[in-house]
């Protein structure tokens, strides 16, 4: 497989629920990305790893944690949901100083 | 408050013509700047960007101009296809910590044949 790749393609899931968002690239990049895209509003931003190291988190609600095990791997761990936080989340992957990031093609959730 | 902005949500032009897909920003610590391209059920797909240290730069039929004074860029595609109809986005970031992107809302581009 080529670029990045996100599973599931879609997640429907209860409140009360635990899932993972899985992230994987393919391109030797070192630095990778979670955004939100919820409807009608720009993408938002939510982490950032360089190295595995997670360099910025943009006041995300806990609900939401990041893993990053390897440059390859991005993982979006969820729990106790809300019906708002239903949107695409997209993984991304750049090699900095390259700021051209590359998108896989989202996961999209609907939070019940 | 947005820091870059997509003014128009829709654009309609025929084949064969020029579309002009417009971004604002307002951040003036932003001096690179992206445009993507987003289809239903996939990720967006980076397209063009521009430094600013350069008002125009070209690829193909997408040319992006840079209006560091207004605080404004647009992309220009000529001659437009009614493959180019998808989601476009504009984004920005500064130089220091390049890797935040800051996107725009979108404009969708229909071209019609």
Known sequence: ?112 | DQQVKQNSPSLSVQEGRISILNCDYTNSMFDYFLWYKKYPAEGPTFLISISSIKDKNEDGRFTVFLNKSAKHLSLHIVPSQPGDSAVYFCAASPDTGRRALTFGSGTRLQVQP
Do not use: I
């Open chain 1, 1 to 112: 497989e080529t670029g990045v790749t996100q599973t599931p393609r879609h997640l429907v899931m209860g409140m009360t629920n635990k899932k993972s968002l899985k992230c994987e690239q393919h391109l030797g990049h070192n630095a990778m990305y979670w955004y939100k895209q919820s409807a009608k509003k720009p993408l938002e931003l939510m982490f950032v790893y360089s190295l595995e190291e997670r360099v910025e988190n943009n006041s995300v609600p806990s609900r939401f944690s990041p893993e990053c095990p390897n440059s390859s791997h991005l993982f979006l761990h969820l729990h106790t949901l809300q019906p708002e936080d239903s949107a695409l989340y997209l993984c991304a992957s750049s090699h900095p100083p390259d700021n051209e990031q590359f998108f896989g093609p989202g996961t999209r959730l609907t939070v019940l």
